[in-house]
């Protein structure tokens, strides 16, 4: 392994974390989450929507959900955990399934952070629509890069070499499906903590596919 990749892992991990922490805090809540290096880190979050006491102080940035929530907010969000919820299904087969080490522990991070932010992205979501906002949308027409049925039955059936191999093709063209549908949102007007959102989320993922990249580069060479 090049020495470029503990490097690379440096950066993932605090993009990781960062996306976390932007995404529990939307949702009003702490929890700790392993980094790259076993340790746990604490995220404490801001004051909750609609006044509170703040967990902590460490994070000065109120990205609690704001006023101006629109239809366009409310359908990133909700394809947005059908998105996640597939990721989630998919990297959960990795444990005894991934061949390469270094591609299983990034499924295993990958699979903590997207469970958490989906629930995260839940409580948001359960909270704005009990407001006066409207919620005509169809999460079919944003969801880019779905993961099909047929995809996740057939990679429940592999193992080794075949699993890395279908895992890393179906995840690398997932996460560009979500950036892409975070660069639309990112076009639209609407609340600025779903905007944040959406640029943590373009962010990480577009760090994980170049993980994801050079791991096959990595395996090809082999």
Same mark, same amino acid.
């Given at each position: 392994?090049? !020495?470029?990749? +503990?490097?690379?892992? @440096? /950066?993932?991990?605090?993009? @990781?974390?960062?996306?976390?922490? /932007?995404?529990? %805090?939307?949702?009003?809540?702490?929890? %700790?989450?392993? =980094? =790259?290096?076993?340790?746990?880190?604490?995220?404490v979050t801001p004051a909750p929507p609609g006044g509170g006491t703040p967990s902590?102080?460490?994070?000065?940035?109120?990205?609690? +959900?704001?006023?101006?929530?629109?239809?366009?907010?409310?359908?990133?969000?909700?394809?947005?955990?059908?998105?996640? !919820?597939?990721?989630?299904?998919?990297?959960?087969?990795? +444990?005894?399934?991934?061949? =390469?080490?270094?591609?299983?522990?990034?499924?295993?991070?990958?699979?903590? /952070?997207?469970?958490? !932010?989906?629930?995260?992205?839940?409580?948001?979501? =359960?909270?704005?629509?009990?407001?006066?906002?409207?919620?005509e949308h169809d999460h079919a027409e944003t969801m880019r890069g779905e993961i %099909?049925?047929?995809?996740?039955?057939?990679?429940? !059936?592999?193992?080794?070499?075949?699993?890395?191999?279908l895992f890393i093709d179906t995840m690398v063209a997932h996460h560009r499906g $979500?950036?892409?549908?975070?660069?639309?949102? @990112?076009?639209?007007?609407?609340?600025?903590?779903?905007?944040?959102?959406?640029?943590?989320? $373009?962010?990480?993922?577009?760090?994980? /596919?170049?993980?994801?990249?050079?791991?096959?580069?990595?395996?090809? %060479?082999?």
């Open positions: 392994m090049s !020495e470029r990749m +503990p490097r690379n892992a @440096l /950066v993932l991990g605090a993009a @990781l974390a960062g996306v976390l922490a /932007v995404a529990l %805090s939307v949702s009003g809540c702490t929890v %700790s989450t392993p =980094d =790259d290096a076993g340790a746990a880190t604490a995220f902590g102080g460490e994070h000065g940035d109120d990205i609690t +959900p704001e006023s101006g929530t629109t239809a366009a907010d409310l359908a990133f969000i909700d394809a947005m955990i059908a998105h996640h !919820e597939q990721a989630v299904e998919l990297t959960a087969l990795a +444990p005894g399934r991934a061949a =390469d080490q270094e591609l299983a522990d990034l499924a295993g991070r990958m699979h903590s /952070v997207q469970a958490a !932010e989906a629930e995260a992205m839940r409580s948001w979501l =359960d909270r704005r629509r009990s407001r006066d906002v409207p919620d %099909s049925r047929s995809t996740l039955d057939r990679a429940a !059936e592999l193992d080794g070499a075949a699993f890395d191999d $979500a950036m892409e549908m975070a660069e639309d949102r @990112l076009a639209e007007q609407g609340d600025p903590a779903v905007a944040r959102w959406a640029r943590a989320i $373009a962010t990480a993922q577009s760090l994980e /596919v170049d993980r994801l990249l050079e791991i096959e580069a990595r395996l090809d %060479s082999e």
